[in-house]
């Protein structure tokens, strides 16, 4: 367990977007039988997602993010220090994604860039990076952009994973101000590789036959270059995992369940997140869900969540806990103190 604390940097403003694209989860009587879709949406919870797109990328959604964060708190961009780029649907292979956008943004030559590339949880961990730099002497200000377009990576034909990702992109500024203790609690475990991945790439190289599609498990449809999952897999970590985990980030920041104004989960599963809160003992009132709008958004799903359902009510002074978990296999949590955060509402690409 990584157990990293800050203390005078904190999240000044949050905004995000998504697609104009709506789908819903009741027309997919084509992929699962149409007597089962009522019960698949009531058990994952999730009646529409937002898909970009062809010529839609993560980085345009966070692009359109980052601009109206930056216009509606009248940011300077010469005032942002580091851009950090969280994405598994980078533009390109080469070069990184947080290059192009400093250019396109308009930020300083003088302004530290760089993707991270994590699952489900990347976004607490890209967010302990940014604290780390933010608190660093002679940078003030971080912008965090998470964007995901799982739709170019999931087949539509994949019945287990199809149903579940929709794309969205966030722009997250963090920097030096009021705010009091931050703590993050980040855990890894490789062993669990296999349980969401995508197979080609540069130990496995790609090849024609990479691309071709074909018939997978329990007649799933799905190519080398498309994401699989072990849905049973991924639920059993989960929810030995992420409980334990807040649990124990109460415990080193000694507060109680009674403490936290709001606690927002990773937004993968509407049974497995009831499942937490009830293992938890939380007020349901205190924990916002998005899932049925936007289905699960990988990384970026923590700060939608917040934009979508936490508009102006980060005002003032609050404790707020985020814990997401993912591909790796990778889990964390973060209690931080809030302080006149800028929450601005979802628009739409």
């Known amino acids: 367990m990584a157990k990293v604390s800050f203390h005078g940097v904190g999240i000044k403003a949050l905004s995000a977007c998504v697609p104009g694209d709506v789908v819903y989860n009741r027309d997919l009587g084509y992929l699962i039988p149409q007597e089962e879709i009522d019960k698949v949406i009531d058990n994952i919870g999730i009646e529409q997602r937002r898909i970009a797109s062809s010529d839609v990328t993560a ?26 780029f969280m994405s598994q649907t980078q533009d390109y292979r080469i070069p990184a994604t947080s290059c192009i956008l400093q250019h396109r943004l308009g930020l300083p030559k003088t302004t530290l860039c760089f993707d991270i590339s994590l699952g489900c949880s990347g976004y607490l961990f890209a967010l302990s990076t940014a604290f780390a730099y933010a608190s660093i002497e002679g940078i003030n200000r971080v912008l965090l952009l998470d964007g995901e377009t799982f739709s170019k990576i999931v087949n539509r034909r994949d019945k287990v994973d199809w149903p579940l990702y929709g794309d969205a992109g966030t722009a997250t500024l963090v920097e030096k101000g009021d705010f009091g203790d931050s703590t993050f609690i980040l855990n890894t475990d490789g062993s669990g590789e296999d349980a969401i991945k995508i197979h080609a790439g540069m130990r496995h190289p ?110 003032g002074d609050h404790t707020v806990v985020m814990s997401g978990f993912g591909a790796g296999l990778s889990w964390g949590a973060v209690m931080m103190q809030m302080h006149d955060c800028k929450v601005l509402p979802v628009v739409d690409y």
């Open 59 to 84: 980085s345009d959604l966070c692009f359109k993010a980052a601009q109206k964060l930056m216009d509606d708190n009248n940011i300077d961009p010469a005032s942002i220090d580091v851009l950090l």
């Open 206 to 315: 790609i090849t024609p036959k990479s691309c071709v599609e074909r018939e997978q498990e329990d007649g799933n449809i799905r190519n080398d270059l498309e994401v699989f999952m072990d849905g049973m897999d991924v639920f059993n970590f989960a929810i030995s995992k992420v409980p334990r985990c807040v649990k124990e980030l109460l415990s080193v920041t000694g507060k109680t369940v009674d403490d936290v104004d709001y606690l927002v989960f990773h937004q993968a599963n509407r049974f497995m997140m009831d499942f937490f809160v009830k293992k938890l003992k939380m007020n349901h009132d205190k924990v916002p869900y998005c899932i049925h709008k936007y289905g699960n958004t990988s990384s970026s799903s923590i700060p939608l969540t917040i934009a979508s359902e936490l508009p102006g009510k980060l005002d």
